[in-house]
């Protein structure tokens, strides 16, 4: 079965700050790539995605996320956080026989300091 | 309509009661999902629904958990007999079909006391 594990539980930065947080997948096949982002008191939205193509991804917000293939990686990055970007990010993705199934990571929250 | 609709917004239920928890998704998506996000934890995979096939229920945590979607539309998750470890956010989301994003829904926060 596909599994997602985000390796932060917990991040805190200050603003201005560079951001990476890791995600690596377990399923040898076609992958789609997906970062959620759930801001406080909001529902989960659509950072970014990847489906094919070019492995660097441009999101929202100035995020961006690389997918390495022989790594099984997902990792988001923003050069330049802002208070604003305080959330719980999450990382997720469909593969194989499982489908359409989104499988989720167990969520980072960052917390950014003003 | 303009996005996924869950309803209600809160609930709060006594031990051993039943309670059904409604998802509207964006018209015309085909796949629809229920997820379960507990304190702490991440998103629980529940259910999923694709046009017409069967549902994949490998999710379910248990027998007093089932769901339905009714003319490839609503969605109703209900639970049986709960139990203080249901209480959670119930998450619904839905998508065009295969290889597709998700859009999420506000959840439905179920407190069982």
């Known amino acids: 079965a596909q599994s997602v594990s985000q390796h932060n539980h917990h991040v805190i930065l200050s603003e201005a700050a560079s951001l990476e947080l890791g995600c690596n997948y377990s399923?040898?096949?076609?992958?789609?790539l997906f970062w959620y982002v759930q801001y406080p008191g909001q529902h989960l939205q659509l950072l970014l995605k990847y489906f094919s193509g070019d492995p660097l991804v441009k999101g929202i917000k100035g995020f961006e996320a690389e997918f390495i293939k022989s790594k099984f990686s997902f990792n988001l990055r923003k050069p330049s956080v802002q208070w604003s970007d305080t959330a719980e990010y999450f990382c997720?993705?469909?593969?194989?026989?499982?489908?359409?199934?989104?499988?989720f990571g167990g969520g980072t929250r960052v917390l950014v300091k003003p | 309509g303009a996005g996924v609709s869950q309803s209600p917004s809160n609930k709060v239920t006594e031990k051993g009661k039943d309670v059904e928890l409604r998802c509207d998704p964006i018209s015309g998506h085909t796949a629809l999902y229920w997820y379960r996000q507990s304190l702490g934890q991440g998103l629980e995979f529940l259910i999923y629904f694709q046009g017409n096939s069967a549902p994949d229920k490998s999710g379910l945590p248990s027998d007093r958990f089932s769901a339905e979607r009714t003319g490839g539309s609503v969605s109703t998750l209900t639970i049986q007999r709960t139990q203080q470890e249901d209480s959670a956010v119930y998450l619904c989301a839905s998508s065009w079909g295969v290889n597709t994003e998700a859009f999420f829904g506000q959840g439905t926060r179920l407190t069982v006391v």
């Open positions: 399923y040898g096949g076609t992958v789609n």
């Open positions: 997720a993705v469909n593969a194989g026989a499982a489908g359409n199934k989104l499988t």
